[in-house]
């Protein structure tokens, strides 16, 4: 039975996971860290879930490419800052949220300072392979527990999409990229990921400049983003639950 102290929007959750697990949640203090297609849902995810602090972080503004698969995408955003966007919806959804907001790109120097073990998650939702490699080598080394987003781009079959360690992971050429990466920073498991089994075609890939260690993207539909976001959230949720 919901308790009355329980806010009547999270009574539902409430009658899921009990008041325990919903307090485990209320005192989690989770980073977002990019507010694409993945970062965007995750973050939305756990605001709804009922986490009670957390920090985004994005240095990103909302461009009309985005609007098939990101949440703070729409016609009438297009230049804002994904920050601010999803700030306003998360704080719609629960007022009481402690939220921190970081409009900025992560470099390998900020990545030092902003990782501390404050966090109880950082959801590293970061599309391009070196920064990411930055950020998981950062929480491990200040023993936060990491969950990263994989390759969502080149894939359409939901039924693919799964959580494993990073060393576990298959078909995924970003994946294979950030692993070599690591095993040259003494990373070779215990990392988090949320990844697609399904194999990609370059036929669905494009290069671009270079610019901000992104040297190429794949094609993407709208609910597979969204789905590594939900898996990355269920992590939380499921830890809390004791699953």
């Not at 009658?15 to 973050?43: Q, T």
């Not at 756990?46 to 609007?67: K, Y």
């Not at 999409?161 to 990229?177: I, R």
Request: contains cysteine; positive net charge.
């Amino acid at each position: 039975m919901p308790s009355n102290n329980t806010p009547h929007w999270l009574q539902r959750t409430e009658l899921l996971l009990g008041d325990a697990v919903l307090e485990k949640l209320n005192k989690l203090h989770v980073m977002v860290i990019g507010l694409g297609g993945v970062g965007s849902f995750a973050a939305e995810f756990l605001a709804r879930a009922g986490v009670g602090r957390m920090t985004i972080v994005d240095g990103d503004t909302v461009d009309q490419t985005n609007i098939n698969r990101q949440l703070p995408a729409l016609h009438s955003t297009i230049g804002q800052a994904k920050t601010s966007v999803m700030a306003a919806r998360m704080r719609d959804i629960n007022p009481a949220l402690d939220l921190t907001v970081i409009e900025d790109f992560l470099t390998p120097v900020t990545v030092k300072t902003l990782i501390t073990n404050e966090y109880d998650y950082v959801f590293d939702c970061i599309d391009s392979v070196q920064p990411k490699q930055y950020v998981i080598v950062a929480c491990k080394q200040k023993d936060v527990r990491i969950v990263s987003s994989m390759g969502a781009g080149g894939r359409i079959d939901p039924s693919r999409v799964q959580v494993a360690d990073l060393s576990e992971t298959f078909n995924c050429p970003f994946a294979q990229q950030v692993r070599k990466g690591l095993k040259k920073k003494g990373v070779r498991r215990g990392v988090t990921v949320v990844f697609s089994s399904e194999p990609v075609s370059k036929e669905n890939m494009m290069m671009t400049d270079g610019s901000r260690f992104k040297k190429s993207f794949y094609g993407t539909c709208s609910y597979i983003p969204a789905l590594f976001g939900l898996h990355m959230a269920s992590v939380v949720v499921r830890e809390a639950a004791g699953q």
